[in-house]
C-alpha cells in the first residue's frame, strides 16, 4: 500500500495537491482571491442565500454568546434587582486573587500533563505493536479502538464502578493489598482515578493517529536503516519516531485540549469536582459557580480566561498541522 | 523486506493483548455487575463469571428509566446534528469556495473565526442564548424603534411574540452543537482539491452552480460525507454537558442523562447491577457504528484534521 494512501480519504480528487493546508494556511492572511476556485460563479445573491444558515446559526450560538460572555466579565450582577454595574477588571483581580482558583489552575494543568504524556506513551507503545505484527493485526485495532465510541460520561460510569469503595472489584484487590481507598474521601485517589479513566477513554484517539503516522513512513527508509544494520527498536527511535514528531506534537496539543475542555463528563459521573474541590478542573469549576452558585461575574470572567487558553491552544493546533504537512513524505 | 524478529513479534503480541486487556477489562466487569442481582453485586470477593440476570437487568433499567422516549431523543438529537451540520456546512463551503461576491472574506473569517473557542468555553451565555433565543431581535427592534412603531400602529406585542425559549425542545439541544465551523473548513478543504476542469466543464455544458452542485460536487464528496457523518453521530451521541444543561424535564432527557440518574448516589440503594446493564444500551449505537464501520471512521478521523 503506497504510504499517502493510508490517511488518504479518496473521494475521487484527481491532483489533491500536496500541501493543502500550507496553501490554506497562506491563504487566510491574502487577499481576496485566495481560497477562491479559478474557475467559479459570479452569483453573489446565490451565495449569501448558501452561508445565510452557517452565519445565521454562528450568530445566534456563538457571536451573541461570546460577545455577552465578554462584556459579563467586566459587570458585577446585583442579585436582586438585576443591574449590572461596571467594575472593570474588578472579576479577574477577585478570580485570580482566589486560592481557589488557583488550586483549580495548579490541578488542571496538571491533569492535563499527566493525562497527556501518558495517553501519549501508552498509544505509542501500542502503535509500536501493531506496526510490527502483521497476524490479528485487525483485530487488535478494532479492540483498542472500540473506546472511541464511549462518551466520557460512561467512562467515568464504569470506572466509577470499578474503583467503588464498597462494590468495585478492583477497590476491593486494593483494599486487599492493605491500601485505604476511597476516592469519596481521599483527594489523591479521586483524582487517579479521574486520570484512569480519562487516559482510557483517550488512548484510541492516539493510537489511531499514530498507527496512521507509522504506516506513512516509507518502507524504503526503513529498509535503508535495515542494511545499515538498524534493528526494529533502534528502527523505530532514530527513523519513524522523529519522521512521525509532527503528528507527536500534534497529539500533544489536542491532548490538553482534550484534558482541559472535554473531560467535564468524566469528572461529572465520577466525583463531582470532590472531595474538597481535588478534582475541579476549570471547565468544572466555570460551571459550578455559574449554574450551582449563580456567581455570574465570576463565572463569566473564568469563561474569558478559557477563551484566551483555548484561542492560544488553536493557533498551537494550526502550527502543529502545518509542521505536520511540511514533514510529511 | 527487512528482518523479522520472532522475539520482537512474541513481545508485540503481549503488549498488544495487555493493551486489548485494559480495554476490555471495564466492560468485562461491567457486563458481570449488570448479569447479577443487587444481593450479588455487592458481595465481596466480587463474582468473576457472569450471573444469569442481564436480560432481566436489562429490562428492568429501560422500564425504570423510561428509555423509549430518551432513546427516540437521543435519535432525534443525533440526526438533528449530523444532517444539520452537513447540510450547513456543505452549503457553506460551496459559497466560498465556488463564488466570486463582495466580503467574501469578511465571511470567511466569520466562519473561521468560530473555530477557535470551543462551546465549553461559553457555558453560560450559550445557555442564555437558548433560553431566550428572541433576546438579541428583541434588542435590536426596540433600540430601531420597530417595536413602539408597531405597538403604537398596530397594536401588535412584538416583545411578547418574540419570546422564544428552546429549553426542553430539540431545536436547543442541536443548534447550539451545530454551531462550529469545523465540518465546513473539512469541505472548503475538500473543494480546494476538486480539479478546476470539472467545472469547467459544467459551464461549458451550460450547467449552474446549483446543477453542479448536485451532479458533480455531491457525488465526489460522498466519501467525505460518509466519514463526517460516523464521526458527527459519535458527536451528537455522547453529548453529555449540554443535555445536563438544556433539558429540565425527563420527556426531553437524552439516553445519555438517563443513565446518569440510574447511577447510585451516597444514600440510596446501590443498584449498580441495573446501572451496568444501562450503560451497555446506551453505548450500544455508537459502539455498533465503529466496529461496522471501522475503515471509515479512521480515515475520516486522521483525515479531518489535515
Known amino acids: ?329 | 523486506m527487512v528482518e523479522r524478529h520472532i522475539g520482537l513479534s512474541i513481545f508485540c503480541h503481549i503488549v498488544l493483548l495487555i493493551g486489548a486487556a485494559i480495554v476490555c477489562m471495564p466492560l468485562y466487569f461491567a457486563f458481570v455487575a449488570g448479569s447479577l442481582t443487587i444481593g450479588e453485586v455487592q458481595q465481596v470477593p466480587f463474582p468473576l463469571v457472569p450471573g444469569p440476570h442481564f436480560v432481566e437487568n436489562t429490562v428492568a433499567a429501560w422500564k425504570e428509566g423510561g428509555f423509549g422516549q430518551l432513546y427516540i431523543n437521543s435519535f432525534i438529537v443525533t440526526a438533528g446534528i449530523v444532517i444539520g451540520k452537513l447540510a450547513v456546512s456543505i452549503i457553506a463551503g460551496f459559497a466560498v469556495t465556488y463564488f466570486r461576491f463582495p466580503f467574501r472574506m469578511t465571511a470567511f473569517w466569520l466562519i473561521f473565526i468560530s473555530l477557535m473557542l470551543p462551546v465549553e468555553v461559553r457555558i453560560i451565555p450559550t445557555y442564555e442564548a437558548v433560553a431566550d433565543a428572541g433576546g438579541p431581535l428583541r434588542s435590536l427592534f426596540s433600540a430601531i424603534g420597530l417595536t413602539d412603531f408597531l405597538a403604537n400602529t398596530t397594536g401588535y406585542q412584538l416583545e411578547t411574540a418574540l419570546q422564544w425559549n428552546m429549553i426542553n425542545s430539540y431545536g436547543g439541544l442541536i443548534l447550539p452543537l451545530i454551531a462550529s465551523a469545523s465540518a465546513t473548513f473539512l469541505f472548503r478543504q475538500f473543494f480546494l482539491t476538486v480539479p478546476d476542469e470539472l467545472c469547467e466543464a459544467a459551464k461549458l455544458d451550460g450547467a449552474g452552480p446549483m446543477k453542479f452542485f448536485r451532479d458533480v460536487l455531491l457525488p465526489l464528496s460522498k466519501s467525505n460525507i460518509a466519514a463526517l457523518s460516523i464521526i458527527l453521530f459519535l458527536y451528537g451521541w455522547n453529548q453529555y454537558l449540554w443535555p445536563l444543561l438544556f433539558t429540565t424535564e425527563k420527556s426531553m432527557y437524552t439516553a445519555m442523562i438517563g443513565l446518569k440518574d440510574l447511577i447510585p448516589v451516597a444514600d440510596a440503594q446501590p443498584a449498580w447491577n441495573i446501572a451496568m446493564a444501562a450503560s451497555f444500551f446506551v453505548m450500544a449505537p455508537p459502539a455498533l457504528v465503529i466496529l461496522l464501520m471501522q475503515r471509515w471512521f479512521t480515515k475520516g478521523l486522521v483525515d479531518s484534521s489535515k
Open chain 1, 1 to 329: 500500500m503506497p504510504a499517502s494512501e493510508a490517511i488518504d480519504i479518496g473521494g475521487g480528487a484527481v491532483t489533491r495537491p500536496r500541501y493543502p493546508l500550507r496553501r490554506s494556511l497562506g491563504s487566510l492572511a491574502g487577499s481576496s482571491e485566495v481560497g477562491l476556485k479559478a474557475s467559479h460563479f459570479r452569483r453573489p445573491w446565490l451565495a449569501v442565500g448558501l452561508l445565510a444558515p452557517q452565519l445565521l446559526i454562528l450568530l445566534f450560538f456563538f457571536f451573541i454568546p461570546t460577545y455577552k460572555a465578554l462584556s459579563l466579565a467586566f459587570v458585577q450582577v446585583d442579585p436582586f434587582g438585576g443591574t449590572m454595574i461596571f467594575v472593570g477588571l474588578d472579576n479577574f483581580t477577585t478570580l485570580f486573587s482566589s486560592p481557589e482558583y488557583r488550586d483549580s489552575a495548579i490541578l488542571t494543568l496538571w491533569f492535563s500533563f499527566v493525562q497527556c504524556f501518558a495517553t501519549l506513551f501508552i498509544a505509542g507503545l501500542l502503535a509500536f505493536a501493531t506496526d510490527v505484527v502483521i497476524r490479528g493485526r485487525a483485530i487488535y485495532k478494532g479492540v483498542i479502538l472500540l473506546p472511541y465510541a464511549i462518551a466520557p460520561a460512561i467512562s467515568g460510569v464504569l470506572w466509577a464502578f470499578l474503583f467503588n469503595p464498597v462494590v468495585g472489584p478492583l477497590a476491593h484487590m486494593l483494599q486487599d493489598l492493605g491500601y485505604a481507598w476511597d476516592p469519596n474521601r481521599r483527594p489523591f485517589d479521586a483524582l487517579l482515578l479521574v486520570s484512569v479513566a480519562a487516559i482510557w477513554k483517550h488512548i484510541c484517539y492516539d493510537y489511531i493517529f499514530l498507527v496512521a503516522a507509522f504506516l506513512a513512513v516509507p518502507a524504503s527508509v526503513i529498509e535503508a536503516a535495515a542494511i545499515d544494520g538498524a534493528r526494529p527498536v533502534r528502527r523505530f527511535l532514530t527513523v519513524t519516531l522523529p519522521m512521525a514528531a509532527p503528528t507527536i506534537f500534534f497529539l500533544v496539543v489536542m491532548n490538553f485540549v482534550y484534558g482541559l475542555f472535554e473531560t467535564f463528563g468524566i469528572i461529572d459521573t465520577i466525583t463531582h469536582g470532590g472531595p474538597a474541590g481535588s478534582t475541579n478542573t476549570l471547565v468544572y469549576k466555570v460551571y459550578q459557580d455559574g449554574f450551582r452558585q449563580l456567581d455570574l461575574g465570576s463565572s463569566a470572567a473564568q469563561s474569558v480566561v478559557l477563551m484566551v487558553i483555548a484561542v492560544v491552544f488553536t493557533i498551537l493546533q494550526f502550527r502543529s498541522l502545518e509542521r505536520k504537512v511540511n514533514y510529511q513524505v
